[in-house]
């Protein structure tokens, strides 16, 4: 998927962190504001700032989220 390897790399994001399915979901919202004049290119619209509301970067549950095990003899 070319247009989502490019959003990611303009998010400086790995491309299994974009939600293809929120991704494709925000077509609708770049068709409506390319019809009425506020955006030009899609490449540029999802990266957008006023855009981030449309959810395209998956959420990191912290439950999720692996900590490293300290296994030192000596902690400190």
Do not use: W
């Not at 962190?17 to 770049?30: C, D, T, W």
């Amino acid at each position: 998927m070319d247009v989502a390897d490019a959003v990611a790399d303009e998010l400086e994001l790995s491309t299994e962190q974009i939600s293809l399915e929120m991704f494709f979901r925000g077509f609708y919202h770049f068709n409506q504001a390319y019809s009425c004049g506020k955006a030009s290119e899609h490449i540029a619209y999802f990266p957008a700032r006023e855009n981030q509301d449309l959810r395209i970067v998956k959420y990191e549950h912290k439950s999720r989220i692996r900590q490293q095990l300290y296994l030192s003899a000596y902690p400190t």
